[in-house]
């Protein structure tokens, strides 16, 4: 989701200072949320700290309308994009990440993309080593445990879901060489930290 907007800004069709309308939708979406209020204009810089930083669903969907008029057209931009880069065998059906058996990836479309990220849009890139985004009187920290250890980690992403289980995607930069890890499938928020730690240390 992050790519595609990074895209859309890199070409010229969008600002950070532009603003997208939240939706009922967008609204009512559950799992981790960035609280947008619907009906309210929110700027595409705080919708992307809402994504990257606070894990928001409810951002992703009022990026995701805000770009392609929906979600499900936004979704097949991103399998599009996706399939464009490389990342083989990976098909996306919503914008979130939210679980359905059609949306799939894998630990190399991952890493790829991570990857893509990181050398395609330094400007961007930093939000991602964000410790905290205070939205709406919410201040919320990265659930990126990496950011809190001193391996020299800026990112990327966690994530969670019941078949998945707990997942990160890590990368981190010591004396000019830079790792990127992608685990998924950890019982815990605690066993994923510790195991991508033990990766990126060993890497």
């Known amino acids: 989701t992050a790519a595609?907007?990074?895209?859309?800004?890199?070409?010229?069709?969008i600002t950070l200072d532009d603003t997208f309308l939240v939706s009922e939708k967008a609204w009512r979406k559950g799992?981790?949320?960035?609280?947008v209020e619907a009906g309210k204009q929110i700027k595409v810089e705080d919708l992307l700290r809402g994504v990257i930083v606070?894990?928001?669903?409810?951002?992703?969907?009022?990026?995701?309308?805000?770009?392609s008029g929906s979600e499900s057209a936004f979704a097949s931009?991103?399998?599009a994009k996706a399939l464009?880069?490389?990342?083989?065998?990976?098909?996306?059906i919503n914008a979130s990440g939210w679980p359905d058996p059609k949306h799939y990836s894998t630990a190399l479309a991952l890493a790829l993309m991570t990857?893509?990220?990181?050398?395609?849009?330094?400007?961007?890139?930093?939000?991602?080593?964000?410790?905290?985004?205070?939205?709406?009187?919410i201040k919320q920290q990265n659930r990126n445990p990496l950011l809190y250890r001193n391996i020299g980690a800026d990112g990327l992403k966690t994530g969670?879901?019941?078949?998945?289980?707990?997942?990160?995607?890590?990368t981190a930069v010591t004396n000019g060489r830079r790792v990127i890890v992608v685990l998924n499938g950890l019982e815990s928020e605690k066993s994923r930290a510790d195991?991508?730690?033990?990766?990126?240390?060993?890497?």
């Open 195 to 203: 195991e991508s730690v033990r990766l990126i240390e060993w890497g």
């Open 54 to 67: 606070q894990s928001g669903n409810d951002a992703t969907i009022v990026l995701a309308e805000g770009l």
């Open 77 to 79: 931009q991103m399998t």
């Open 115 to 137: 990857k893509r990220m990181i050398e395609d849009f330094p400007e961007y890139y930093s939000l991602f080593s964000e410790k905290e985004f205070t939205y709406s009187n």
């Open 84 to 92: 464009e880069i490389g990342m083989e065998n990976s098909n996306f």
């Open 160 to 170: 969670h879901t019941e078949v998945g289980g707990y997942g990160l995607i890590g």
């Open 4 to 13: 595609i907007v990074f895209d859309s800004l890199k070409a010229g069709q």
């Open 31 to 35: 799992g981790s949320k960035m609280f």
